[in-house]
């Protein structure tokens, strides 16, 4: 998801599919918004969406193309409308198997300032350049967030979570993945990173605040000349680093390393 300056969505599609099934752009206006799917039914011939569905989309300020390849996909783009603005929903299948297992690329764009609800599974997930609150939930899912003001809250499995640039709160959790971050803020809010087997690396930039970490069977390394040391103990510590904004950023994770720079 890219965030752009257009008070419009622009949803573009690559989508893998045999040469012998129908894509089919599924339409279904609801009391929040509108939702999109894409359907590949099994053993249909190949065609293009409908004129009428497209015609539609058009009249919502929605775009979308896309293009066949050659596996099995689905994809769905929900988007519903609150009183504060437009909250857009993604959403993909799980994997079963490498060479049965549905897959889409999707790369939407939307404007800076809308709030995000991303759900997925098994498919990697890429923010850019956005201002609004994000909330992610997801399986099997990588997670990369860059350029966000806003917060981001939310959790994925067993896939690695990567930050840079984010200026609001940030609550985030995975599991056998590590998790690397760079530039972040909090703007008071407070920083949340969570993982399990997996490390935690962390380049705080002018983050300011008491830093708590837990690093159970794994080390710890801080490189921070300014920050004085709170308590101390086998596999945790805290941390003072001062500065204008005093917040809670908590660090924690079971069998893996936690790392701590300026």
Partial sequence: MTGWDREEIKLT???????????ELGLNRTREGMEIEAQFPAGA????PSAAAESELKAAGIQIGGRV????AWGRAVIHSTGSGSVVSVS??????????????????????????VQNASGAIEIRSMA????????????AVHHLQGRITGRTTNAVITLEDVEGGVALETT????NASRLDGRGEGIRLKTRNAGISVSLGSTTGEIHGSYRNGK???????????ASARFSFSLLLPGPV?????????????????
């Fill in 45 to 48: 011939s190949a065609a293009a």
């Fill in 220 to 230: 710890c390394t801080v490189e921070l000349p300014s920050a004085t040391v709170l």
């Fill in 92 to 117: 993909g299948p799980a994997a079963v198997f490498a060479d049965e297992a549905p897959s889409s690329n999707m790369t939407l764009f939307v404007p800076h300032r809308i709030a995000l609800l």
């Fill in 132 to 143: 609004g609150a994000v909330e992610v939930a997801a399986t099997n899912a990588p997670l």
């Fill in 246 to 262: 005093h917040q809670r950023i908590d660090l924690e994770t079971t069998n893996g390393n936690v790392t701590l720079r300026p």
């Fill in 176 to 179: 056998n993945g590590a998790i």
């Fill in 69 to 72: 390849g050659a596996a099995s």
């Fill in 13 to 23: 599609a690559e989508i893998r599919d045999s040469a012998g099934q129908r894509i």
